[in-house]
């Protein structure tokens, strides 16, 4: 465990973030940087189409993936929404929860066993406009469809509800997120298993995350290093009022928020 530098840790850590830093720097060709998008590398919005990132962020991560073997995404979004912020960036895309992968400049490949579900997914997306009130954003996106009610949360237990329904009728996955719920395909895919595929071969990986889902993504570095001892897996959770709590609970290291990353990584580049 990496000691938080925010705050003091309740446990004894057994890694300063010094060292982590240091470990990483001698093992730089095999080390991955994971990062979830929004709340992590793009502050909150009402608006998710009107998203962007943090400032610092394109070039922290330009600059951290000159210096480490792979840097990836691992998101909730299409993968075609994260290149429209990363352009030109070498990285690795996991979109819909690894429902979709981008590697390198190659085509995105969808993730074949959720293919059949895509119909269910387009009619549900069109059945949550009409029965749904005005105030739900509905965000369809191919292989999974959000249900946010960040504008008007006193509909929280209205959306769920209706989630909860559609998700027994028709064989559906729910992910809960910040003032959102979403119904995906029931497939073995979530960002636990992204990352777990990925950090084989490697012995070291970061993954900064800020909800729900992302935890899964912890869960998987914890998994490795119980079977790897020498692997070194660092969770960074990154702060907010409305996740922040389980998510930090579950991390090696905190960060105040999406602004606070681009710093954190700067450094991290120059002892690197
Ligand atoms: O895996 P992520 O990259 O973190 O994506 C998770 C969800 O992010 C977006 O929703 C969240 O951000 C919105 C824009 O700031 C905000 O309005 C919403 O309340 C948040 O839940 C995205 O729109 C979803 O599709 C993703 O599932």
Redesign the pocket.
Known sequence: MVCPPLETADDPCDLSLAEALSTTAARADRCVFFF?????L???????DA?QLAPGVLGAITDLAARVKRVSL????PVDFLRSRFPGVPLTLHGL?GLESQYGAGETVTYPPALPYADVIAELARRAERELPDDVLV?Y?RLSV?L?Y?SAPELRDTVHAWAQEQAGRHGLREQE????I?LKPSVQRD?GSVVAEEIEGFSCAWYF???L??LAAFRALADRRTTHPDFLGVRVAVRNPETGAEVAAAADLHLEGPSAVPPFLQKAVTAL
């Open positions: 979830d998008f929004d709340g992590t793009a502050p909150i919005q009402d608006d998710p998203v691992v998101s909730a979004r929860y965000e996106k959000a946010h960040r997120g910040r003032m959102v979403e960002k995350g800020d909800d889902g992302d």
